[in-house]
Nanobody, 117 residues
């Protein structure tokens, strides 16, 4: 059974920091591209950043220099370090796993991040 469990969300003031974690189980983590997406109320889900098993990252322009994605293949964990948070970063953040061989996609249930001004 595949599980992606996010944690680390919460309420933070603008300019603050948060670290999101995603614990993955039931997938072949080492061949999966791991990513973070977010969805604000009334908006479509959008890519925040992803990271291939080979270490290639992809990050949306609005978070470059503020957010960093990383992974620990030994622990099947992926992280999103967020700093200089802005109210527009408020959203539910979702962890995504993409198995590059089977092409299956898995999603976590999300964690709420709220940035107050």
């Amino acid at each position: 059974q595949v599980q992606l469990v996010e944690s680390g969300g919460g309420l933070v003031q603008a300019g603050g920091s948060l670290r999101l974690s995603c614990a993955a189980s039931g997938i072949i983590f080492s061949r999966s591209t791991m990513g973070w997406f977010r969805q604000a109320p009334g908006k479509q889900r959008e890519l925040v950043a992803d990271l291939t098993s080979g270490g290639t990252t992809n990050c949306r322009d609005s978070v470059k220099g503020r957010f960093t994605i990383s992974r620990d293949n030994a622990k099947n964990m992926v992280y999103l370090e967020m700093s200089s948070l802005k109210p527009e970063d408020t959203a539910v953040y979702y962890c995504k796993a993409y198995d590059v061989l089977s092409r299956y996609v898995y999603w976590g249930q999300g964690t709420q991040v709220t940035v107050s001004s």
